[in-house]
């Protein structure tokens, strides 16, 4: 057995879960021929499962306006808009009386969410969360939170900050889309509803790769996207309480959002109406109720081990290259003990702003010490010495046809504490798709880079690494291939 195989010997073989659409995708080389594409950036946007697809397929025939037309057509779509609510709500263990409110996506779901925080309330976020999770509390004027050099230290310097000041909601993630680290949120859960503080989790990372119960965790909101959850049609979802998303004004003035409207005034609807103005994206919700249903076949367990197979096997070739670092918030031992540890400070203040009702179920008796088997999703960030990120993805994917996602990745106050601030970094997600050859491609190619070099050049055009003279031709359907940038182009 050759160096460059010893690699893929320490773990054994792992396959697709779930068949999605693009698998087997030959995309061209800059050098010539092609190669089935290898998607390591699952983690930014998720293919559509087979399933879903082929369910949308089907819907589309059906197509129409829905909730106020007597057409067979309407009628169906209203039954799939509802339905498909109701099944997201299940396949989130939703309490009884908790929203559905479709939205666009987890920013738009948590921008919503900041909307209708009663007034006064102050909110505590954390400054390692994704832009999606950060800005809509920033530029209410909220209370961020530093985290502490261990997950230890941050769960008590947020039970500290909780017990200080009268706090409405604590925002956090529920895994990092940065470094894939889970956080504890039933824990988190316990010590918010502790000081009468309400807990929101987004989701985004969460969702597609662990089974997460509102009523189980205690969790008071959710946020996700179909987009990251195999359903990329343009729908996301927050769940939740209903008594604050009655009582704030409508998120978008529009039609479906009211019962009666005057020259002067209006009777806004309540329920996930009331932020739903305008025709709801029908297929999108379908879609994603379709997703939720195929996830709920394979189970959270079957979920954790394919991901941490992939994740181990990617991170045991890592550690053969002395160039790469990989990217943690925190040691991830210490997270496992801080996660298993529940914290005994007295109980502080409570607020007005009651967390949960008496009819609420008790913790389960089932719920482990940590929230998950793994202290990590399959997300895997690192740096490469003497090579800029950007660079190194536009290799990966011109001469190996590997995509990859590089830059601070939505969330620059993580990346600039984590002394990333310039260049950023490279990271490779794992989803119901991936397979042991994709993380092995992965290793092959950049040890071929650190042993050998690029075949090809590359240059700067607009912020971003191409290569020069890209010979590779854009698909017809797609158009000329594009020079608009981001704004933001290390995102």
């Known amino acids: ?62 197509y129409a306006s829905v909730h ?14 509802e339905n498909s609510r109701l099944c997201i709500g299940r396949f989130l263990g939703a309490r009884e009386d908790d929203l559905v409110v479709f939205t666009r996506n987890t920013t738009d779901a948590l921008n919503l969410l900041a909307h209708c925080v009663p007034q006064g309330g102050s909110v505590l976020y954390l400054d390692i969360e994704h832009h999606a999770n950060l800005l809509p509390w920033q530029r209410r004027g909220d209370v961020v939170l530093e985290a502490a050099p261990t997950l230890r230290e941050t769960l008590a310097d947020v039970e500290a900050a909780l017990a200080a000041t009268p706090t409405a909601l604590l925002a956090v993630t529920g895994a990092s889309n940065v470094t894939g680290q889970l956080l504890p949120f039933k824990q988190l859960a316990k010590i918010a ?35 990251k959850l195999y359903a990329p049609y343009g ?13 704030a004004p409508a998120y978008l003035a529009g039609g479906g959002a009211v019962r009666e409207v005057g020259i002067t005034e209006t009777d806004w609807a309540t329920g996930p109406a009331r932020h739903e103005g305008g025709t709801p994206n029908v297929l999108g919700a379908a879609a994603l109720a379709r997703a939720c249903e195929e996830l709920a076949t394979v189970g959270g367990k079957a979920l954790a081990e394919h991901e941490e197979a992939l994740r181990q096997r990617l991170l045991a070739g890592l550690a053969q290259l002395p160039e790469v670092s990989i990217l943690q918030i925190w040691e991830p031992d210490d997270a496992a003990e801080a996660a298993a540890t529940t914290a005994t400070t007295p109980t502080g203040p409570k607020t007005e702003y009651s967390p949960h009702t008496d009819s609420d179920p008790a913790p389960s008796k089932s719920d482990s010490k940590s929230d998950s088997d793994s202290d990590s999703i399959g997300v895997v960030s690192f740096t490469i010495a003497g090579y800029h990120a950007g660079w190194v993805a536009a290799y990966l994917s011109a001469e190996h046809g590997i995509g990859v996602r590089d830059g601070r990745f939505c969330a620059h106050p ?15 997600s794992f989803g119901v798709g991936s397979t042991s050859a994709d993380a092995d491609r992965l290793i092959t190619a950049l040890r071929t880079l650190l042993s050998e070099g690029a075949s090809w050049k590359y240059e700067l055009v607009d912020g971003r690494y191409t290569p020069v003279n890209d010979p590779r031709p854009i698909p017809d359907f797609a158009g000329p291939r594009s020079s608009v940038s981001s704004p933001c182009q290390a995102d």
């Open 1 to 62: 057995m050759t160096e460059s195989m010893t690699v893929f010997a320490t773990t054994e073989c792992t396959d697709s879960l779930l068949p999605v659409v693009g698998a087997g995708l030959p995309v061209p080389l800059v050098t010539g021929g092609s190669v089935p594409y290898a998607n390591l950036d699952y983690a930014a946007s998720a293919p559509a499962l087979r399933a879903v697809a082929e369910h949308l397929a089907t819907a589309l025939p059906y």
């Open 193 to 227: 509803h502790r000081y009468g503080t309400r807990i929101a989790v987004d989701a985004a990372q969460l969702a597609p790769h662990r089974r997460v119960s509102l009523t189980e965790s205690g969790i008071d909101y959710l946020a996700l996207s179909g987009h």
């Open 68 to 81: 106020r037309g007597a057409g067979y057509a309407s009628q169906v779509s209203t039954a799939l808009l």
């Open 414 to 428: 993580l990346l600039n504490k984590l002394g990333l601030a310039g260049d950023g970094a490279i990271r490779a």
């Open 235 to 247: 729908a996301g979802v927050l769940v939740g309480r209903r008594d604050w998303l009655d009582a």
